[in-house]
């Protein structure tokens, strides 16, 4: 392939620390890094080992400093309170400043750690670049997660502060985040200090003092007022930013640890190169900040680079309806568009033929990107019909941070082939290996796996669990990175992202772990067993359905159990799991071995066709879920 995507990419392949070295010059250093890659420190080297600088400098100061302060730097689109505001880089200087003093005056250093708990508002986002300007490590939670979910993550972060709004607004009710909080707190083995709470006009919250609990507002107002000056704290490339808790193939968490300098200097190359972004333009990824994405495209990446982004809190439909994204896009004359492809099947659901885009002016857009699941073809055409602009699937995950495979429109964009996300990126040497860990041939499905040392930007380690990055993430396939998704690598080095090889499912763009779905339908009392597999959904992809065993003698109601099961999951993960179908079963299919066949199971679910495992020990037990499915109790 003969193209200016091959080109760097040979050259990144020649000298890959020429190429980052190069990189790293659009970043602002204290220290520049003369050392680019040091192969000795940490599981798999570590970039830009000696070098000093300061994300929120990066993405703020520095612009101030370069006369861009009245340049709109945050607009603020609320479709839950019709509520609009643009922060200019000036406006975001102030209040990031005023965040990071309240934060020293309680205590918080460079090193500690700070819980953020809290929906799509500007807030988080100035919450997050002061933990960054004073060297603290974020740690931000999505809102959807229950009280247990919030609880392992301070727990694990032994977090100093948790900065939490009063309440989250998701269509037709508020989310009382207080009481997720306080309840967090409870079980949580490592209280934080202090909790500062952004008291939302929806619903106020009664904050304890005796408990630490203080007004985010009235603090932030008196550092504002006294124009404090805090300083961006240096700190070493090698430092993390921010910790991101993910699904692991159990029920805990893996913190996926995020550095500085090589996150800075990676998310600055991808958002010219991938998303064709410059100063000036407007760059809107509709996705939530406690998410991977919106880390990288909804916080760091575009004000890093200058661009102005859109923080907005609403859904894709019902907020009010189907053109909330095209108003958004029309109202700020956004350039390009990223969103998971979920977002896209329900818009397409109630507006099958586009109406409410025909109402609008979206002549500003060049670019839509879709991330966070597998793109469908047909979602793809339609949007492609639709817009009349290029539609780009990119694979990325938590881990990564940023794209491991994407067209990079901005160097040149290549050829859409639907169902792939198209080429790796520099820095990614991708490749498909067999179990053995052997590449294999083009076009064969295997696994696939990121040949070490992985890029600026990537995972460094899971936070206080070295071994358990090693084991998850290095040790299966020596030399490379498991990625845990499989597909393939065609002739024309396209690569197709076709499963997950592990437990994870993919529900709505969220990602869930069967494997904690099992342990807390297990943690029942009625319940002996169970299996959990992702079931296809039309406009989620997937949803989770459990098949439940109960324990011997248990003769209540199975409807009352099922929605006892069902509320177990929504309290102890939270609603994001979308857990609603709980199907007893008498047995479960099993190999002889004792392994529960839920790839068989999943089969019968998804309605495809399937074999009788030669090893499984009760045929039987497959009519049983095919029963179940027939009398399928929906909970809600
Ligand atoms: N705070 C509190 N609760 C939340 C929440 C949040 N931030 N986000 C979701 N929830 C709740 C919802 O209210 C819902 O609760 P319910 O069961 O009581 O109704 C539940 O979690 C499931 O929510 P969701 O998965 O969002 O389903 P939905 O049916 O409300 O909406 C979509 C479906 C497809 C419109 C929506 O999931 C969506 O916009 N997805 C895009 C996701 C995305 O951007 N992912 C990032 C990857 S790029
Ligand atoms: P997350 O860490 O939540 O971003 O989820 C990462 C996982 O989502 C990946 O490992 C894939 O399984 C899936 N995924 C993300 N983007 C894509 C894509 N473009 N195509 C296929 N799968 C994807």
Known sequence: MSSRYADVYGQWKSDPDAFWAKAAEDIDWYQKPRCVFDPDQGAYGRWFADGVGNTCFNCVDRHVAAGRGQDPAIIFDSAMTSVSQTYSFDDVLQEVTAVAAVLKNLGVEKGDRVVIYMPMIAEAVFSMLACARIGAIHSVVFGGFAAQELASRVDSARAKVVIAASCGLEPGKVVAYKPLLDAAIDLAGSKPSY????????LRADLKTDRGELDFANLVGKEREKKTEIACVPVAATDPLYILYTSGTTGKPKGVVRDNGGHMV???WSMRNIYGLRPGDTFWTASDIGWVVGHSYIVYGPLLAGVTTVLFEGKPVGTPDAGTFWRVVERYRVNVLFTAPTAFRAIRRDDPDGIFVTQRDLSSLRTLFLAGERAD?????WAEALFRIPVIDHWWQTETGWAIVANPVGLQPLGVKHGSPTVPMPGFG??????AGKPIK??????????LPLPPGCLVTFWEADERFRETCLNEFPGYYKTADAGLIDEDGYVFVMARTDDIINCAGH??????LEEVCAAHPDVAECAVVGAADAIKGQVPYGFLVLKHGVNRDETAISQEVVDLVRQRIGPVAAFRTALIVPKLPKTRSGKILRGTIQKIVDGETWTMPATIDDPATLDMIIAALEERIYVS
Not at 442 to 451: D, E, K, M
């Open 377 to 381: 073809p047909e979602t793809l055409r």
């Open 266 to 268: 990676a998310l600055q």
């Open 442 to 451: 083009h076009g064969l499905l295997g696994n696939l796996a990121i040949r």
């Open 195 to 202: 909790c500062l709470i952004v008291q939302r006009a929806q």
């Open 430 to 435: 991708v490749e498909v290996l067999d179990d």
């Open 511 to 516: 990602r869930l772990s069967t494997g904690a």
